[in-house]
């Protein structure tokens, strides 16, 4: 089955320091790959996306993730974070079988702390 | 506004009852799922449908239920069978559900057995 790794549980910066949150998935085929946030006592909201093309992706937000295929990675970057940016993040990977894309896989999440 | 609602926001069960959340959408989705939220464990999947009147297990379905009488509305019932219910329910969907184009997530149910 497919597993969706963030091996940061918990990362504390100070403002305007830069920012990269690892994932790391397990499925060897054709992905498609998301970053989400959850802001303290919101929903959760999708920050980016990447389905084909240009492996560097830009989201909201100043976010940016980049996919790197032979390392089944999608990592999260900020160049400087923002007190606003304390919330958790989720990275999610959906599996595209038959042409058909699976429900999505979430990692354990990654709570970001920016201290002022 | 387009959303997804859930309700009730919190929900408190003694040991023994069963449950019903309930996951409305006006978003016109073809697809809704139910994932389960703890704490350093991420979003785990509970149940899923793609199309009215069907519905698949998930990761963790053992001790819940579902129905998917109406494209807007997919209940979830947390039943006396799930040894450790306590915890954040999200409900979501999407409006591809053979290529995800990523969910609309409703700002959950917060449960707790007392």
């Not at chain 1, 790959?33 to 909201?45: K, R, T």
């Not at chain 1, 959906?94 to 699976?102: D, F, K, L, N, P």
């Not at chain 2, 939220?37 to 991420?42: H, I, V």
Request: aromatic share 14%; charged share 15%; proline share 4%.
């Amino acid at each position: 089955a497919q597993s969706v790794s963030q091996h940061n549980h918990h990362v504390i910066l100070s403002e305007a320091a830069s920012l990269e949150l690892g994932c790391n998935y397990s499925y060897g085929g054709t992905v498609n790959l998301f970053w989400y946030v959850q802001y303290p006592g919101q929903h959760l909201q999708l920050l980016l996306k990447y389905f084909s093309g240009d492996p560097l992706v830009k989201g909201i937000k100043g976010f940016e993730a980049e996919f790197i295929k032979s390392k089944f990675s999608f990592n999260l970057r900020k160049p400087s974070v923002q007190w606003s940016d304390t919330a958790e993040y989720f990275c999610a990977v959906s599996e595209i079988s038959s042409g058909s894309a699976r429900q999505l896989t979430f990692g354990s999440g990654t709570q970001l702390t920016v201290l002022p | 506004d387009g959303g997804i609602t859930q309700s009730p926001k919190y929900l408190f069960r003694k040991e023994g009852q069963n449950v019903t959340l309930s996951c409305e959408q006006n978003l016109n989705h073809d697809a809704m799922y139910w994932y389960r939220q703890d704490p350093g464990q991420g979003l785990r999947l509970i149940y899923y449908s793609q199309i009215v009147n069907d519905f698949q297990k998930g990761d963790i379905a053992e001790g819940y239920s579902v129905s998917r009488e109406k494209k807007e509305s997919f209940p979830l019932t947390v039943t006396s069978a799930q040894k450790n219910p306590t915890a954040f329910y999200l409900c979501a969907s999407s409006n591809q559900p053979g290529r995800v184009f990523g969910y609309t997530f409703g700002s959950g149910t917060r449960l707790t057995v007392v």
